[in-house]
């Protein structure tokens, strides 16, 4: 059974830093690229960041440039999301994804992603 399980949301205050993980097993995603969403109350899933399959490449939303940055260790099967300066409007419900598709360019758009986690909450106090 394949499964995506991220951790490390929760609560901290407006200029704080969360890091995020998110550990695949039941399978490898060593050769898929990944990738963080975000659902915040009342909208829609948005991109937040994706790498590549060697990890050598990256992308990241306007809205978190400068902020934010995605790494992963394949040996490990997972993913982080490294989160800093954190602002109000960053408080969502952070989802992992990954693709099946060996070496697939990263995707903004979910229906590219095959599995995803659960989520993990990330609240940002003003």
């Known amino acids: 059974q394949v499964q995506l399980v991220e951790s490390g949301g929760g609560l901290v205050q407006a200029g704080g830093s969360l890091r995020l993980s998110c550990a695949a097993s039941?399978?490898?995603?060593?050769?898929?690229?990944m990738g963080w969403f975000r659902q915040a109350p009342g909208k829609e899933r948005e991109f937040v960041s994706g790498?590549?399959?060697?990890?050598?490449?990256?992308y990241y939303a306007d809205s978190v440039k400068g902020r934010f940055t995605i790494s992963r260790d394949n040996s490990k099967n997972t993913v982080y999301l490294q989160m800093n300066s954190l602002k109000p409007e960053d408080t969502a419900v952070y989802y992992c994804?990954?693709?099946?598709?060996?070496?697939?360019?990263?995707?903004?758009?979910?229906?590219?992603?095959?599995?995803w986690g659960q989520g993990t909450r990330v609240t940002v106090s003003s």
């Open positions: 994804a990954a693709g099946t598709t060996y070496y697939s360019p990263i995707s903004h758009d979910t229906r590219d992603y095959d599995y």
């Open positions: 039941g399978r490898t995603f060593s050769r898929s690229a």
């Open positions: 790498i590549s399959w060697r990890g050598s490449s990256s």
